[in-house]
């Protein structure tokens, strides 16, 4: 069951959607498989219910059919060539350039500390930093007014 507060979804829940998202989106760039497929396999996967399913299901919906756009903004702030990009910390730059783009009543500061615990928990040694540069230099542009 997904935690709530007063009808809304909690962080908690969030955040585990958002670990689902990037393990999804890990496995979609190894196999592509359709985002149908690949919320029906998390969907019933340990822990499933306490992420908040339908957070998961924009993720991987959005971020598959809008891989093009999302990878070519990553361009604009990556300081290497997409493909030199390690397949976890791109999965998290795609969850976390989606959120800045698409979802404001998400703070920046909260798609940029997701993004970090995120390359911290799953990414190589240091790639908690990287991630942080890059989301750092996408929040300036996208949402420059928004940061102090």
């Known amino acids: 069951m997904n935690e709530t507060r007063g009808g809304r979804v909690g962080p908690r829940?969030?955040?585990?959607?958002?670990?689902?998202?990037?393990?999804?989106?890990?496995q979609w760039?190894?196999?592509?498989?359709?985002?149908?497929?690949?919320?029906?396999?998390f969907?019933?996967?340990t822990g499933f219910g306490k992420a908040d399913a339908a957070y998961f299901r924009e993720l991987i919906e959005r971020i598959v059919a809008?891989?093009?756009r999302l990878e070519s903004r990553i361009g604009e702030y990556a300081d290497r060539e997409l493909?030199?990009?390690d397949p976890v910390e791109r999965a998290i730059l795609l969850?976390?350039?989606?959120?800045?783009?698409?979802?404001?009543?998400?703070?920046?500061?909260?798609?940029?500390?997701?993004?970090?615990?995120?390359?911290r928990r799953f990414?190589?040694?240091g790639a908690h930093?990287?991630?942080?540069?890059?989301?750092?230099?996408?929040?300036?542009?996208?949402?420059g007014t928004q940061r102090p």
């Open 13 to 26: 829940a969030r955040r585990r959607a958002r670990q689902l998202a990037l393990q999804a989106l890990y």
């Open 29 to 41: 760039q190894m196999g592509g498989q359709p985002a149908d497929e690949l919320y029906a396999q």
């Open 43 to 45: 969907s019933g996967s």
């Open 66 to 68: 809008g891989r093009e």
């Open 83 to 85: 493909a030199r990009i």
């Open 95 to 119: 969850i976390g350039l989606y959120e800045l783009e698409h979802r404001p009543d998400v703070p920046y500061r909260v798609v940029l500390d997701e993004g970090i615990e995120l390359a």
């Open 123 to 125: 990414g190589a040694a």
């Open 129 to 143: 930093k990287y991630v942080n540069a890059v989301l750092d230099r996408a929040a300036s542009a996208l949402r």
